[in-house]
């Protein structure tokens, strides 16, 4: 009997896999790197989410993941209307902060990321 409710949510979860072209940029970059811990800190994510993504059993939110890919290994960018372009890596980055109304280029993303194409489902 599992011992919490999340536990037995997570275990019928099915788990998505990366498209074909992300999974090769996330296998080069391990070869790359040397390791699954210098990919994950490259992506501020854990060495064990990097395995997870390569063996196809992540069960977070793998769209996120493979944008966080394609930013940082594939060079994709994006147009924000605040900081031009950027690569997808930053504007999720960007998009995690919490709204500072002290900061002008905060409170501008702040407002500008409701709204924007961009924006990840959260």
Known sequence: MPLNKQATAKAGKACAALPADVKAALQAAVLRFGSQTKVGEELSVSGAAVSLLLADKYSGNVEVMANRI??????ETVRCPVMGDL?????LDNQALPQAF??????ALGR???NCIHRKAL
């Open 70 to 75: 394609r930013g940082q290994f594939m060079a």
């Open 87 to 91: 690569s997808k890596r930053s504007c």
């Open 102 to 107: 002290t900061n002008p280029m905060r409170a």
């Open 112 to 114: 500008a990321c409701k």
